[in-house]
């Protein structure tokens, strides 16, 4: 069955400073990720996705096959950017979504 | 346009009530997605429809839970009989065909 798993729970980084939120998986075939944001008091919602291949508020992320990783990266976090995030993987030819257990990042003036 | 809509927001039950949470999906979405995050954790899959049919209930915990979308829109979770491990925030989200994933703000269960 796949798997994903965030390392981190809790990420503390000031205001500046660079992040790396670790995402990886187990899958035998090819998934699609994404990675999901909650601000406090707001729902869930998608941040970015690995095929659209963009950057969205400053973050990215690269799918690598070989290390079944989908890290998300920002080079200057801000403090807006303190949020949960989620890390989901989707099969192929399925349909739910499957989460990580999720970090807390917390940037820091 | 209105997002995914849940109700009740809270809900505290005492243990061995039975409980209905409601989903209201954006309309037009074909599919629709329960999920249950508990504390701490990640969302975890409960069960999908596509219009009105259930094509996956394989992560429902077990037979108290039930999940109903009669006429391809609106959608019910049903828990029977409620135990304390219940307890957690049930979250619903609809997509059009398959797609990107919109959530609803969830349901809180406490189940005393």
């Known amino acids: 069955a796949q798997r994903v798993t965030q390392p981190e729970k809790l990420l503390s980084v000031f205001k500046g400073a660079p992040v790396e939120l670790k995402c990886n998986y187990s899958?035998?075939?090819?998934?699609?990720l994404f990675w999901y944001v909650q601000y406090s008091r707001q729902r869930l919602q998608l941040l970015l996705r690995?095929?659209s291949r963009e950057s969205i508020k400053g973050f990215t992320a690269d799918l690598n096959k070989g290390e079944t990783s989908f890290h998300l990266k920002k080079p200057f976090a801000q403090e807006e950017d303190s949020a949960m995030y989620y890390c989901?993987?989707?099969?192929?030819?399925?349909?739910?979504?499957?989460f990580g257990g999720g970090t807390r990042v917390l940037v820091k003036p | 346009g209105a997002g995914v809509s849940q109700s009740p927001r809270y809900k505290v039950a005492k243990r061995g009530q039975d409980v209905a949470l409601r989903c209201d999906p954006i309309?037009?979405?074909?599919?629709l997605f329960w999920y249950q995050q508990a504390l701490g954790q990640g969302p975890e899959f409960l069960t999908y429809?596509?219009?009105?049919?259930?094509?996956?209930k394989s992560g429902l915990p077990s037979d108290r839970f039930f999940a109903e979308r009669p006429e391809g829109s609106v959608s019910t979770l049903k828990i029977q009989r409620t135990q304390q491990e219940d307890s957690a925030v049930y979250l619903c989200?609809?997509?059009?065909?398959?797609?990107?994933?919109?959530f609803g703000a969830g349901t809180r269960l406490s189940v005393l």
């Open positions: 429809f596509q219009n009105e049919a259930q094509l996956d």
């Open positions: 989901a993987l989707r099969e192929a030819a399925g349909n739910k979504l499957t």
């Open positions: 690995h095929i």
């Open positions: 899958y035998s075939g090819s998934p699609e």
């Open positions: 989200a609809s997509s059009p065909a398959k797609n990107i994933q919109y």
């Open positions: 309309s037009g979405h074909v599919s």
